[in-house]
Nanobody
Framework: QVQFVESGGGLVQPGGSLRLSCAAS????????MAWYRQFPDQQRELLAT???????TYADSVKGRFAISRDNAKKQVYLQMNSLKAEDTAVYYC?????????WGQGTQVTVDY
């Protein structure tokens, strides 16, 4: 069973930065396309960024230019660098991967942007 464990969330002031990490239990994840999502209360999860095995990335318009997804296959980690954070970025952030038609999610990490 593949597991993803997120870390790095917390409280940050508006304009600040955080880096989220997602640790994968499966070494073969290096060939997967990985993604970060977030979820606001009572809403569906929103796709923020994806990264392919060849490191090609895509971003949602809401975070383009502020967030950056990256991966370190040797460490089995995927990262989300979040800069210029706004109050409206407050949400639970999830790591996601899909393989053989199965969706895998991390447990989520809370990010709160406030004074």
């Amino acid at each position: 069973q593949v597991q993803f464990v997120e870390s790095g969330g917390g409280l940050v002031q508006p304009g600040g930065s955080l880096r989220l990490s997602c640790a994968a239990s499966e070494s073969k994840f290096t060939i997967w396309t990985m993604a970060w999502y977030r979820q606001f209360p009572d809403q569906q999860r929103e796709l923020l960024a994806t990264i392919r095995a060849d490191n090609v990335t895509t971003y949602a318009d809401s975070v383009k230019g502020r967030f950056a997804i990256s991966r370190d296959n040797a460490k089995k980690q995927v990262y989300l660098q979040m800069n210029s954070l706004k109050a409206e970025d407050t949400a639970v952030y999830y790591c996601y991967g899909k393989h053989d038609g199965v969706d895998y999610w991390g447990q989520g990490t809370q990010v709160t942007v406030d004074y």
